[in-house]
């Protein structure tokens, strides 16, 4: 899994969210989390802080670099939701 995808996964933000708050298409997002497009630096940074995550954490796919999926999103805390009834 794409790094920015696992960070998205765990701080439970969507990509339609994350388009709307960083100002990226959803489809140029998306074509980044497959491996198709790259972003700006700027993107990134102001992507990192929508996430509430350090730039390595979100854009450093661990996985790819040293195929150890062991740790793959050790780093981020998973975000809990209540759901009233």
């Known amino acids: ?24 298409s ?4 998306s074509s980044y989390e497959r491996g198709f497009a790259e972003l700006s630096l700027r993107e990134k940074k102001k992507i990192a802080k929508i996430l509430k ?3 390595e954490e979100v854009f450093f796919d661990d996985e790819k670099e040293n195929g150890d999926k062991s ?15």
């Open 1 to 24: 899994m794409n790094a920015l995808r696992r960070a998205r996964f765990f701080s439970g933000v969507t990509l339609q969210l994350l388009s709307k708050k960083s100002g990226v």
């Open 26 to 29: 959803v489809s140029r997002l």
């Open 71 to 85: 740790s793959a999103g050790a780093y981020l805390e998973p975000v809990q939701f209540s759901v009233k009834g």
């Open 53 to 55: 995550a350090r730039m």
